[in-house]
């Protein structure tokens, strides 16, 4: 394994009274593409925001580069935010703002590049997450959900990021748009070098582009590796998730 760019060790974290992690590890090294799977409330978003320096754990350290999240200075943060890109789950677009400056906004406020400059170089990223030229001036309510999907993307890769973390990033989507959304990231990873951290449910998701899988089960990791390591694991979840895609008339295998 290579060089290791997201560490977590020993996170512990109590929302509303209810234990979500229990000395939750894992770690991620430059170049993977990685899901994290789980029933609900096993914690997945909980520790996305953990790690992207959101929400505290009670207990742990978390590390990306090297460098603590929660022992960082303001100045510290700023600088590693600006080594990764985040795509939430909803988006998280701005309504009032055309796609091209909702993708630059992250160049306004982090770079000192003349506005014009930054929003020639969105619809650079807008292009590179599939987009057509014309979109970059229409609103978001403008555009399908694959679309606003994919102008997410293209703020997450604002600012040439090394790592990507990305939230269900099918949700709401239909197969076909999602299957593409998939092949556009696994292209992106390949052809800029990145590394994807990403929460997930779907399935063909973990089929089609996925180097490595870490399952979340009563808060810590159940079992970390390829879709066929997984399937050997002794455990209800998982067995009925996997079976899932046998009711769909798909064989369980790997790549």
């Not at 993977?32 to 320096?53: F, H, M, P």
């Not at 020639?120 to 606003?148: C, F, I, N, T, V």
Request: glycine residues 10%; contains cysteine; aromatic residues 6%.
């Amino acid at each position: 394994m290579g060089e290791t760019v997201l560490d977590v060790r020993d996170v512990s974290t109590t929302l509303g009274g209810h234990r979500i992690h229990r000395g939750l590890s894992l770690s991620v090294a430059r170049g993977e593409v990685v899901a994290l799977i789980g029933g609900s409330g096993t914690g997945k978003s909980v520790l996305l925001r953990e790690i992207i320096g959101l929400l505290r754990p009670q207990a742990g350290r978390i590390e990306l580069f090297g460098q603590s999240v929660w022992d960082s200075t303001p100045e510290q943060m700023n600088t590693l935010r600006r080594r990764f890109g985040v795509l939430f789950q909803d988006g998280a677009l701005f309504s009032s703002l055309t796609v091209e400056d909702n993708v630059a906004t992250p160049l306004f406020e982090h770079t000192e590049l003349p506005r014009a400059i930054c929003r020639q170089l969105a619809r650079l990223k807008l292009a590179l997450a599939g987009l057509p030229p014309d979109a970059a001036k229409k609103r978001p309510s403008e555009l399908s959900g694959g679309m606003r999907k994919r102008v997410a993307l293209a703020r997450a890769l604002a600012l040439d990021p090394e790592l990507l973390f990305l939230d269900e990033p099918t949700s709401g989507l239909d197969p076909i748009s999602a299957r593409a959304f998939d092949r556009l990231i696994r292209l992106l990873a390949d052809s800029l070098g990145l590394t994807v951290f990403l929460v997930t449910h779907d399935l063909d998701t973990l089929f089609s582009i996925i180097d490595r899988v870490i399952v979340l089960s009563d808060g810590r990791v159940l079992g970390s590796g390829t879709v066929d390591a997984l399937k050997t694991i002794d455990d209800p979840w998982l067995t009925d998730y996997f079976a899932a895609r046998e009711t769909k008339g798909e064989p369980v295998h790997g790549n």
